[in-house]
């Protein structure tokens, strides 16, 4: 009888007891770079402890200075970079024993966090369901792994230059005068084209309006011609006066003789 009480006493306690579950772990294995460039990103490989199968978890990336709780970073979460300080809800989504143990990180230049150009250490964060349904508070992994950041250089914006009133004002002047010796050339020739018909063979042309030339070469060898036509028809007309003004005057000096002789007779 009294060899039966402690196995009576052993069976109770085993009934009574809780089963007793492994802390969650995350631990990081490895990671592809050890330095990232602009908005490149990395790759780390990691490995749990303590999860069961089909448990769901929230994971993220988290950039940190050695001493600082000031952590930064995107992790990738389907087709979206989810920044650092995102709701837990809203990091990447993870299901133990389906995941395949990756996560994508990348850098977070606009955060506060972010100190310059330099060496940073990175961990992963996850969240899991309570026993109450509730989503804990972050949990970090037991190790991390040092990362150099860099980021490209700012790219210079062209300033457009701004042309001077004088040189704009001259590109005005210079439009307007090829417009007008395109569109008015035609109409100022007409204008001017009556004038030519009714002048005389010396009367001038004008050779120029508003900086549109309107006498050509051949209109100008033409007048020359002309000229030079009416000088030759003249010279007939220009002798015959001659010839009368030498008989006038010998007729004159004729007379004056014939007067002198007559009053020197009487």
């Known amino acids: 009888m009294m060899g039966k009480i402690p196995i009576i006493f052993l069976l109770l306690f085993l009934i009574s007891s809780k089963p007793v579950f492994a ?17 490149e990103y990395l790759m780390l490989t990691a490995s749990t402890s303590g999860f069961t199968d089909g448990e769901t978890i929230f994971m993220k990336g988290a950039f940190f200075q050695e001493g600082s709780t000031n952590y930064f970073g995107f992790t990738k979460s389907i087709d979206n970079w989810i920044k650092n300080s995102e709701t837990a809800i809203n990091q990447n989504k993870i299901e133990i024993g389906s995941w395949d143990k990756k996560v994508l990180i990348k850098s977070d230049f606009a955060d506060s966090g972010y100190k310059g150009e330099g060496g940073y250490k990175l961990k992963l964060g996850f969240y899991y369901y309570t026993s109450g349904g509730n989503l804990s508070s972050v949990n970090w992994s037991s190790n991390n792994v040092n990362v150099d950041i860099s980021e490209p250089d700012p790219t210079a914006t062209p300033v457009p230059t701004k042309k001077s009133e004088t040189v704009s004002n001259l590109d005005d002047l210079s439009n307007q005068e090829e417009l007008l010796s395109v569109s008015s050339t035609p109409k100022l020739l007409l204008s001017i084209s009556p004038v030519s018909r009714k002048s005389t063979s010396n009367s001038a042309i004008p050779t120029s309006v508003l900086g549109v030339k309107t006498e050509s070469k051949e209109m100008k060898d033409e007048e020359d011609k002309k000229v030079l036509v009416d000088s030759v ?6 002798s015959t006066i001659a010839g009368g003004v030498f008989l006038f005057g010998a007729g004159i000096m004729i007379f004056l003789k014939m007067k002198r002789r007559i009053m020197n007779n009487e």
């Open 233 to 238: 028809n003249n010279i007939p007309f220009l």
């Open 23 to 39: 802390a969650r772990d995350l631990s990081i294995l490895s990671s592809d770079k050890s330095s990232i460039f602009g908005d």
